[in-house]
């Protein structure tokens, strides 16, 4: 049995074709159907059932898939470890984060590549529950997001910094004269809010759920910075977390005078899983370049 056997099986699997696994592995289908069926007959098995329209697994297939994806991902693992002993000097560290905490990354992901030019950085931006599906299937090594209310059991989760959600607008904004702001102030202006199922938006509508206020929402979107650039300039206003508009040129983060208000800056990992050396000098990082760091790396 070999470990590209393995691979081309969980692949096909996944995908149920052997043409799209052919061309997502970039390797020919043939030579795909080839160790496949080598892997069978080393097993003795029929582990994909293959008629001329689609590929399904059999009933050996599929209780055969979990092990194979546990094998294909110690093998990672120890990779990982090998690398993590050449400190840092190779390597590939895999982040998701939400869309609302991209503006905290910046400065660290560049400081991060420019100290460590041989680690392979990939950063993809998800929603929470997609973020918490992938760390779960070990498809990222870490997720970055204001804390979630859902409780996964296979996630190991930990805070960051403090942090609480905000009214942001234009620094020559009208709301800039009062000392906090609160939701009926709101009601005097349009708003720009982010899109629902970002993390603000959830915060945002978790406090006013049960309340009667007539809010004249004219933007919905989930790009924060083009967000950011149509509250410059105009009487608009949207709600975000403090830390990600702080220190925004021409914007003016306020306090909102509500309670619950809370949006925790947290990293969250696999439970269980092996944690590499580039995920903790990523997390140091971030923490050195955010002015409300904590000292997190006792927490791995």
């Given amino acids: 049995m070999e470990l590209r056997q393995l691979k081309y099986f969980v692949k096909v699997a996944e995908l149920g074709s052997f043409s799209e696994a052919s061309r997502q592995l970039h390797i020919t289908q043939s030579t795909i159907s080839q160790q496949v069926h080598q892997l069978e007959e080393e097993l003795n098995v029929e582990l994909l059932i293959r008629d001329s329209h689609k590929v399904q697994l059999s009933d050996i297939g599929r209780a055969f898939l979990p092990q194979a994806i546990k094998a294909l991902h110690e093998v990672s693992t120890c990779i990982d470890k090998i690398h993590d002993v050449q400190q840092l000097g190779v390597g590939e560290l895999n982040i998701g984060t939400t869309l609302t905490f991209t503006s905290l990354l910046c400065e660290t992901v560049k400081e991060f590549i420019r100290n460590y030019p041989g680690v ?4 993809v931006c998800a929603s929470m529950e997609d973020l918490m599906k992938m760390l779960d299937r070990q498809e990222i090594d870490l997720a970055l997001s204001y804390k979630s209310n859902v409780v996964c059991p296979d996630i190991e989760s930990h805070i960051l910094f403090g942090n609480s959600l905000a009214v942001v607008v234009d620094e020559h904004h009208p709301l800039t004269e009062l000392p906090s702001v609160r939701l009926a102030d709101l009601e005097r202006f349009p708003l720009a809010l982010p899109a629902k199922g970002m993390q603000a938006r959830n915060a945002f509508d978790k406090i006013v759920e049960t309340k009667d206020y007539r ?13 950011m650039e149509v509250i410059r300039g105009t009487r608009m206003v949207t709600l ?10 021409g914007i003016t983060t306020l306090r909102l005078d509500q309670q ?24 140091r990082l971030l923490c050195k ?12």
């Fill in 260 to 283: 619950d208000t809370s949006m925790e800056g947290s990293f969250h990992v696999k439970r269980g899983a092996y944690c590499k050396n580039a995920t903790k000098e990523f997390l």
């Fill in 289 to 300: 370049t955010r002015p409300y760091g904590l000292a997190m790396m006792d927490l791995l």
């Fill in 215 to 227: 809010f004249d929402i004219r933007l919905e979107i989930n790009e924060v910075n083009l967000l």
């Fill in 120 to 123: 392979k950085l990939n950063l």
């Fill in 240 to 249: 975000l977390s403090e830390a990600t508009a702080k220190h925004m040129t």
